[in-house]
Structure formats: C-alpha cells, structure tokens
C-alpha cells in the first residue's frame, strides 16, 4: 500500500516562504504525485502536480509562486511556497490522483 508522509508546515507572515515535504514508502519514479490543498471548511483541491520525465502542473492560484519537484533517492516530492498570503492558509496533502492514498496532512497558516 502507497502511503505518503507530509511536513514542513508552519505559520509564517504574509509574504513569507515554506517548502513541504512529502515522504513515500516506496519508489517515486513512475508516480504520478499531486499536492493537495484544504482551505478551512473547504474541499481539497489540487494545486500543484508532478510525474513522468519532467511534467508538472499548477493551478492558476500558486502558479508562479509555488514549485514542485522530486528526489528519486529520498522518495520525496517537495513543494516550495513563496509569496505566501492568507488564501494559501490550509492543510496540505500529497496523493497519486485519483487513489485514496491521503497522508495525515501538514498545516499551514499565512497570518500577520
């Protein structure tokens, strides 16, 4: 069973910067892996998505601001968040699309 392990979450000032980690149990290669954001009393959502040689996606919120990649070696997939502001406020989540393979999320709160 895939299984996915997210951190780096923290509370930061509007403006500010983060970068999440994403942590998988087995091989990362051949996944297609998404970041998943859940706005407080909100569904999740997609914003950022990441796979084959070199493919990756942004929804049109993060886009310039927020980029992600991956370490084969770490089986890691990373997301860095800059030019934070209150909307981006939410529990991140990483999963293949499309499977039920949800992490235990990490938090992130933009607040002056």
Not at 56 to 77: A, C, L, N, Q
Not at 86 to 99: I, K, L, N
Request: charged share 20%; with cysteine.
């Amino acid at each position: 069973q895939v299984q996915f392990a997210e951190s780096g979450g923290a509370m930061v000032h509007p403006g500010g910067s983060l970068n999440l980690s994403c942590l998988c149990n087995e091989d990362i290669s051949s996944h297609l892996i998404g970041w998943y954001r859940q706005r407080p009393g909100e569904s999740r959502e997609e914003i950022a998505r990441v796979g084959g040689r070199a493919f990756t996606w942004y929804e049109d919120s993060v886009k310039g601001r927020f980029v992600i990649s991956r370490d084969f070696g770490k089986r890691t997939v990373y997301l860095q968040m800059t030019h934070l502001n209150a909307e981006d406020t939410g529990v991140y989540y990483c999963r293949r699309p499309g499977f039920p393979d949800w992490g235990q999320g990490t938090q992130v709160t933009v607040s002056s």
